[in-house]
């Protein structure tokens, strides 16, 4: 029993250990990001940095205004949300549900090898197809658009998403189904209304990594937006993006200099946004937990 008890203690302490390294690796790299980007701020306001309509940070004099650039983050990611949340959850549903064994298991061996295929094959793909049917459907000047990336990222987003609520709904207890089937529910009310409620968490968190990924996307994205540091007004316009602006960039910016400097600012919003959006929904579980 003593052994047994040291190994125990041995087994937590690493544990704990892991998880403190990974929380002193996050604060290193956000300290790392703020040392080299928050000299971009002596000499440009930061209202101007987040609120400024245009980025040209090689002209003369140079503008650092990231607004597009958020801009063209929001509306590529809110639209690969609504197309890849949807189909995403449903599908998660349906293979845990509904589909019989046999061809559960080759829709969930399709989706792992759907999340495994690189993302620059995904962005070439989206280029080479996607674009040009985009031009020729809404008869546009190039099919590289804001909605080219969202269907891209979408595509990237869904197996993350229906592997992780899949193996979600899959964990609710089945005497919650019986129970409900035994009320007279039906095998829809039954999934909806009680299944997916108690998978809840888990599917809220499958979203949350999916959102994750299509955030902190890079080279698809810069392969199918257009690359337009501009204020799109609709998704059929070309934008540019945070990550794509910094990959694109940071090769050809002066070390020390403020070009430089400002991608590290736009590190540090994509920091904060990405901790803000994991924040309110680690919030949400811990508050359907407590219900």
Not at 21 to 28: D, G, R, Y
Not at 147 to 176: C, H, N, R, W
């Amino acid at each position: 029993m003593t052994l047994r008890k040291a190994r125990e203690a041995v087994i937590e302490k690493t544990i704990f250990a892991s998880g403190m390294l990974s929380i002193v690796i996050v604060a290193l790299i956000f300290v790392f990001l703020l040392k080299e980007g928050l000299r971009i701020f002596l000499d440009v306001n930061p209202f101007t940095f987040l609120f400024g309509r245009f980025w040209y940070p090689i002209s003369d004099p140079p503008q650092f205004g990231v607004l597009s650039l958020l801009v063209g983050s929001v509306f590529v990611t809110l639209g690969a949300a609504l197309i890849s949340v949807p189909i995403g959850v449903a599908s998660a549903l349906y293979i845990a549900e509904i589909a019989p064994p046999k061809l559960k298991e080759i829709l969930k061996a399709g989706i792992e090898l759907l999340a495994a295929i690189p993302s620059v094959v995904i962005g070439f793909i989206g280029m080479v197809t996607l674009g040009p049917l985009i031009k020729e459907t809404f008869n546009l000047p190039t099919g590289l658009t804001a909605l080219t990336g969202s269907i891209t990222l979408a595509f990237m987003a869904m197996p993350t998403i229906v592997s992780i609520a899949e193996d979600a709904v899959t964990a609710v207890p089945k005497q919650y189904r019986e129970a409900a089937i035994a009320m007279g529910a039906t095998k829809w009310q039954t999934t909806w209304r009680i299944v997916t409620y108690a998978a809840r968490p888990g599917i809220i968190a499958a979203i949350m990594l999916g959102i994750g990924r299509v955030i902190g996307e890079t080279m698809a994205v810069m392969m199918v937006t257009g690359n337009a540091a501009l204020i799109p007004h609709s998704f059929l316009q070309p934008v540019r993006t945070l990550t794509a602006t910094i990959a694109a960039e940071m090769g050809e910016s002066v070390q020390g200099g403020d070009h430089y400097a400002a991608l590290f600012a736009i590190g540090i919003v994509l920091f904060i946004i990405t901790f803000l959006i994991n924040g309110f929904a680690d919030l949400y579980l811990h508050r359907t937990t407590r219900r």
